[in-house]
């Protein structure tokens, strides 16, 4: 079955740097992916949405300036936490969308800790 | 966007019988309902999806009655591993909003 990598897993980081976070889907092209964070005992917010060769579309809320995303490629999109603080500590989720069936495949995602 | 709504936990025993029932009043035509379970520190898992009546796979069926106001997730049997959160989320996947927000999910806690 599908199958999205998510790298890595885990990050700790100081306040004020940056952290990148990859989402790859190994055996599909997705042309659509969704970022996704979630805080301890909440639901997944959907942060922003990403296609392929195209700007991102944010979220109400979500800044673009501190969550960057690109999809270069068919198979691989990026979140950069930039200037990263305290408050952003929290899991990060990314999907990627069969054009087929709508049918989502979730990364593992990445527990992020600033400190 | 279709919203959903579901109980926020359930309780059962092993063995038993689990049904979830998801609210989604404002389905529109072209939306399908998909249902994922999310393992803590993990990311949700597709279990199935359905867009009317019955569909049934090798881990549940998916009850969906004529008007497509709600769905029904039932799992059979369960067993302590099947502790887990079960979001419903319904979506036009080929269309403009494809987008698929998460609703608060149902907690399942299993008992032995």
């Known amino acids: 079955g599908a199958v999205v990598s998510q790298h890595p897993s885990r990050v700790i980081c100081k306040s004020g740097t940056s952290v990148k976070i990859e989402c790859r889907s190994l055996d599909f092209q997705a042309t659509t992916m969704f970022w996704y964070r979630q805080f301890p005992k909440q639901s997944l917010m959907l942060m922003a949405t990403s296609n392929e060769g195209s700007k991102a579309t944010y979220e109400q809320g979500v800044e673009k300036d501190k969550f960057l995303i690109n999809h270069a490629s068919l198979t691989l999109s990026t979140l950069t936490v930039t200037s990263a603080h305290p408050e952003d500590s929290s899991f990060y989720i990314c999907?990627?969308?069969?054009?087929?069936?709508?049918?989502?495949?979730f990364g593992a995602g990445s527990r992020l800790t600033v400190l | 966007l279709a919203k959903t709504t579901q109980p926020i936990s359930m309780d059962s025993y092993e063995g038993q019988e689990v049904n979830i029932t998801c609210s989604h009043n404002n389905i529109a035509t072209n939306d399908y309902i998909t249902w994922y379970q999310q393992f803590p520190s993990q990311g949700p898992r597709f279990i199935i999806q359905?867009?009317?009546t019955k569909v049934t796979n090798e881990v549940a069926s998916l009850f969906i009655p004529a008007d497509r106001k709600s769905s029904t997730l039932s799992l059979p049997r369960v067993s302590l591993s099947d502790t887990a959160v079960y979001y419903c989320l319904v979506g036009d996947y080929g269309g403009a909003t494809n987008k698929l927000i998460f609703g608060t999910g149902t907690l399942l806690a299993v008992q032995p």
């Open positions: 359905g867009y009317k």
């Open positions: 999907s990627a969308q069969d054009r087929g069936t709508g049918v989502l495949t």
